[in-house]
């Protein structure tokens, strides 16, 4: 009797996984194959991104710096050219991100879930679009690779973080 039970509650546990909603999805990896690799994986622990910081020289987007909650990654890529700061109204998310790239990323457009379009970088290259594949997803957070440049990038989709209370 008792196997029956575990048995019944082990089918049903099975039955309830199989059909929750899966909500994370990635794009990428746009650029070349050079440099090393990073990832903002665990930033995405402080909450949700709230400001990006993108340096870019006059071919190439150099290096980039996102803040997740109230805290900032760790800045990857170069230091030639100049620095860009923006930051998200409250609540507001990133979306989809358009952009350029060759054998390096050349051009990043964050679009917000606000209708605003933050452009970073030149427009050249081969043009990719990145979105989440799942409806009321936005971005999470950022990996790719990186030397004196962004080599290339990722983007990774998931829920706005209910557990925030920083955002």
Same mark, same amino acid.
């Given at each position: 009797?008792?196997?029956i039970?575990?048995?019944?509650?082990?089918?049903?546990?099975? *039955?309830?996984?199989a059909?929750? *909603?899966?909500?994370?999805?990635?794009s990428g990896?746009?650029?070349?194959k050079?440099?090393?690799? /990073?990832?903002?994986?665990?930033n995405?622990?402080d909450?949700?991104?709230?400001?990006?910081r993108?340096?870019?020289?006059? %071919? $190439?987007?150099v290096?980039?710096?996102? %803040?997740?909650?109230?805290? +900032? *990654?760790? $800045?990857?890529?170069?230091?030639?050219?100049?620095?860009?700061?923006?930051?998200l109204?409250?609540?507001?998310?990133?979306?989809?991100?358009?952009?350029? $790239? %060759? $054998?390096y990323?050349k051009?990043?457009v964050?679009v917000?879930?606000?209708? %605003?379009h933050?452009?970073?970088?030149k427009?050249?290259?081969?043009?990719?679009?990145?979105v989440p594949?799942?409806?009321n997803?936005?971005?999470?957070?950022i990996?790719?690779?990186s030397g *004196?440049v962004?080599?290339s990038i990722s /983007?990774? +989709?998931?829920?706005?973080?209910?557990?925030?209370n920083?955002?």
């Amino acid at each position: 009797m008792l196997a029956i039970i575990l048995l019944a509650l082990l089918c049903a546990s099975a *039955s309830g996984n199989a059909i929750q *909603s899966r909500s994370s999805s990635y794009s990428g990896e746009y650029g070349g194959k050079g440099g090393k690799r /990073f990832s903002h994986s665990g930033n995405q622990l402080d909450g949700p991104i709230t400001a990006i910081r993108v340096r870019a020289n006059s %071919r $190439y987007i150099v290096g980039l710096q996102v %803040r997740y909650g109230t805290e +900032w *990654s760790d $800045y990857v890529g170069g230091t030639q050219g100049d620095l860009e700061e923006i930051f998200l109204h409250p609540g507001e998310s990133v979306i989809q991100v358009s952009g350029k $790239y %060759r $054998y390096y990323v050349k051009k990043l457009v964050f679009v917000t879930d606000k209708g %605003r379009h933050l452009p970073f970088g030149k427009d050249s290259g081969t043009s990719f679009n990145a979105v989440p594949l799942h409806p009321n997803t936005v971005l999470r957070f950022i990996s790719g690779r990186s030397g *004196s440049v962004i080599d290339s990038i990722s /983007f990774h +989709w998931d829920v706005y973080p209910s557990h925030c209370n920083t955002c």
